[in-house]
């Protein structure tokens, strides 16, 4: 949840994002005001610290090095995804997990390699968030975290779960932890540097842009990827069409 991870989900998902879908998918944000500020803190901590770092990092590493230091922080947090499969129910999930941690661990040696996409076994993250939301509970209101960056009442409280039960966290204990969390935040920001520039360059509310995008990529975890529900449907289409009376499609002479 580490705001590196969130820029690197909102700027590969949102260099189309318009003003009116941004007004119209956005969760409810009764602190803003507070929202606002803290995102401008984070935003000032990028700036100084997160973006240099990111860029360092990328200057010295080598792209096959970077994408094994992915592979190898994604294939760490496997297991935590493994009981959210378990919690929600999902026993195909779980075995598609629990396949793709033994056999990277191992054939993948450490899980430098993800030798198990090739094998079918797909990387499907899950977290407490996503339990909570697939237990009915709804999403809350918007929440800016300091340094962590957006979030819900929901995605919180699933962040603090995550957090406490992470096996890694029980296993190796807190400064380990902390180390990987601080590695996957200067990876996840590094792979996005150009994307969320372009996102800061072209928003006309990039707060507003953000929290919409979360928003959005957040339900499409919860759904793994499945069409939305008939309603979102329909909304959708009509702010489709409130966008294309706004502005018109240029007719061909």
Do not use: C
């Amino acid at each position: 949840m580490g705001i590196s991870r969130n820029l690197a989900v909102l700027a590969l998902g949102g260099m189309m994002l318009t003003s009116a879908a941004a007004a119209a998918d956005a969760p409810a944000d009764p602190y803003e005001q507070t929202n606002r500020e803290i995102f401008d803190f984070n935003m000032g901590l990028d700036r100084a610290v997160m973006r240099p770092v990111a860029r360092g990092y990328r200057t010295v590493a080598p792209e096959p090095l970077r994408l094994g230091v992915s592979n190898a922080l994604e294939n760490l947090t496997e297991p935590r995804t493994l009981i959210n499969n378990i919690l929600q129910g999902d026993g195909e999930a779980a075995w598609n997990t629990f396949m793709r941690f033994m056999i990277n661990s191992t054939v993948g040696i450490g899980g430098l390699f993800d030798v198990t996409t090739a094998g079918n076994f797909h990387r499907r993250k899950e977290d407490f968030g996503q339990t909570l939301a697939v237990w009915g509970y709804e999403s809350g209101a918007y929440i800016m975290l300091p340094v962590f960056g957006p979030s819900t009442g929901r995605d919180t409280v699933g962040f603090v779960v995550d957090s406490v039960t992470d096996p890694f966290n029980l296993v190796f204990g807190f400064v380990p932890t902390a180390a990987r969390t601080g590695t996957a935040m200067v990876d996840k920001r590094s792979e996005v540097i150009e994307e969320f520039e372009v996102l800061e360059d072209t928003a006309i509310d990039l707060y507003a842009s953000v929290r919409t995008l979360y928003y959005q990529n957040r339900e499409n975890a919860i759904r793994n990827g499945a069409p939305p529900p008939l309603d979102d449907l329909y909304r959708d289409l009509e702010l489709e069409k409130s966008v294309e009376v706004s502005f018109p499609r240029a007719q061909n002479n």
